[in-house]
């Protein structure tokens, strides 16, 4: 199984960026897509981007398009959210997350997926 580690979150004030990393321990063969969750305190967990392997094509939930941008490396093993404008409300976990191989399941839906522990993003007003 593969293992996930993000990294950069932290606390920034409204209006601020920050970059998540994700490194993924191997290159999983099949794996529609990486993508970037997130989990506030008493909320369901919800899609935020998605990048399809090999990066052709990205998605974004609608209340970060335009602010939040996701890339990926040329190893495919190494997933980024660069999040610019950011608000107080996309204060939250943010969880990395890999498509299982050969998954049918939307990039941006939490169903069949490896995850990582989590990195913790606070946006203050």
Known sequence: ???????????VQAGGSLRLTCEASRYTYGSPCMAWFRQAPGKEREGVAAITTGGRSTAYADSVKGRFTISQDNAKTTVYLQMNSLKPEDTA???CAQSLPYSGSSCLRAEDKYWGQGTQVTVSS
């Open 1 to 11: 199984q593969v293992q996930l580690v993000e990294s950069g979150g932290g606390s």
């Open 93 to 95: 976990m943010y969880y």
